[in-house]
């Protein structure tokens, strides 16, 4: 990364690194220092390590203190839906994390930069090196900003299809899936599918799996219901 990526990204972020060299660590993928036979603790697992840590803190707090009406279990519930793999993922890829880090070939070629669990580890590690480099606050302000700004429409994707089917069954409609496209390489596919309602087509997702596209598609229809568009 030259000076004017490391601007573009920190401006992405709303945060300025004093040390550089936290954000490049947290951006490079051990599979690029294996390629290039380089020590492979300066990879993002240490970032990302400290980073689950702390994300785990700061959202358990945060739910503390704003869900004073919630029981532990459903404290923990929330907490899970909005730490996960998916969720992690889509912030880190609306940030364009995966324009930034640095993979080896064959990662490159596989479609690392938009594979969900290296944009999840991303956001971790990139996370823990805002804690390094400038303490709990800038860290509290990143996940505030990105992750903690609409909770309730996050929390819906960590369990989309259980849930839109249990509100299906509720309204007596019927739903079933329906994978419309393929794209791609065998080693890069991308599945595209839909969510059937009352034999209409009310949403699609997409994912490296025709699971993960069903899932996708089910949160984009949840998100519809609660905006009562269907």
Aim: include cysteine.
């Amino acid at each position: 990364m030259n000076n004017k990526n490391y601007y573009e990204l920190e401006q992405k972020i709303g945060y300025t690194f004093t040390n550089p060299d936290n954000l490049i660590t947290a951006l490079t993928h051990t599979s690029y220092l294996n390629e290039r036979k380089i020590n492979i603790t300066e990879s993002y697992e240490r970032s990302e390590f400290l980073g689950d840590a702390i994300l785990e803190f700061i959202v358990s707090e945060y739910l503390y203190r704003n869900k004073k009406d919630f029981s532990e279990g459903r404290l923990t519930k929330l907490r899970a839906s909005l730490v996960c793999e998916f969720t992690l993922s889509q912030i880190a890829r609306e940030l364009g994390f995966g324009k930034y880090v640095l993979l080896s070939k064959g990662e490159e070629l596989t479609g690392g930069r938009d594979r969900n669990s290296i944009l999840c580890d991303l956001f971790e590690a990139v996370l823990g090196a805002i804690y390094l480099d400038g303490g709990l606050d800038p860290a509290k302000k990143f996940v505030y900003s990105y992750l903690l700004n609409d909770i309730d429409d996050k929390s819906l994707f960590y369990d989309s299809k259980t849930t839109l089917q249990e509100l299906m069954q509720k309204e007596g409609r019927t739903l079933s899936y329906e994978l419309i496209d393929e794209i791609g390489p065998d080693h890069n596919k991308k599945f595209i599918s839909a969510v059937v309602i009352d034999d209409s087509i009310v949403s699609k997702g997409e994912g490296a799996s025709r699971k993960a596209a069903e899932q996708m598609a089910a949160y984009n229809a949840l998100l519809q219901f609660k905006k009562k568009q269907v």
